[in-house]
């Protein structure tokens, strides 16, 4: 049974950091399309990252945001750096066994939601001013 478990939310002031966190049971996830999602409140969900071969991060976190995968606990990390109000949102991890063409031919491409099957339960970031 596949599950996802977010973690290490929490309330932090502009510029401080969080390590989000996604343990996953039930498979590999090195063998798994993965990504993070972030949804503000009254905004649509969006994909902020996602990492199979190549990583891919949204023009709004680049250069502050890294995804990475801890293989030997087969959890997957969210680095947040220089974090800004703005980031504040439900954070969500998502995974699927299913990797879109373009990802396979070297093409770092958005994450969409219709891509993965599989969601964490979210975690919640606040940047306070």
């Known amino acids: 049974q596949v599950r996802l478990v977010d973690a290490g939310g929490g309330s932090v002031q502009t510029g401080g950091s969080l390590r989000l966190s996604c343990a996953a049971s039930?498979?590999?996830?090195?063998?798994?399309?993965m990504a993070w999602f972030r949804q503000a409140p009254g905004k649509e969900r969006e994909g902020v990252a996602a990492?199979?071969?190549?990583?891919y991060y949204d023009a709004s976190v680049k250069g502050r945001f890294t995804i990475s995968r801890g293989n030997a606990n087969n959890t997957l990390y969210l680095q947040m750096n220089n974090l800004k109000p703005e980031d504040t949102a439900m954070y969500y991890c998502?995974?699927?066994?299913?990797?879109?063409?373009?990802?396979?031919?070297?093409?770092?491409?958005?994450?969409?939601?219709?891509?993965?099957?599989?969601w964490g339960q979210g975690t919640q970031v606040t940047v306070s001013s």
């Open positions: 990492f199979w071969g190549g990583a």
């Open positions: 039930g498979f590999t996830i090195h063998d798994y399309y």
């Open positions: 998502a995974a699927d066994s299913r990797v879109p063409d373009a990802w396979q031919i070297g093409i770092t491409q958005a994450p969409r939601e219709s891509d993965f099957d599989y």
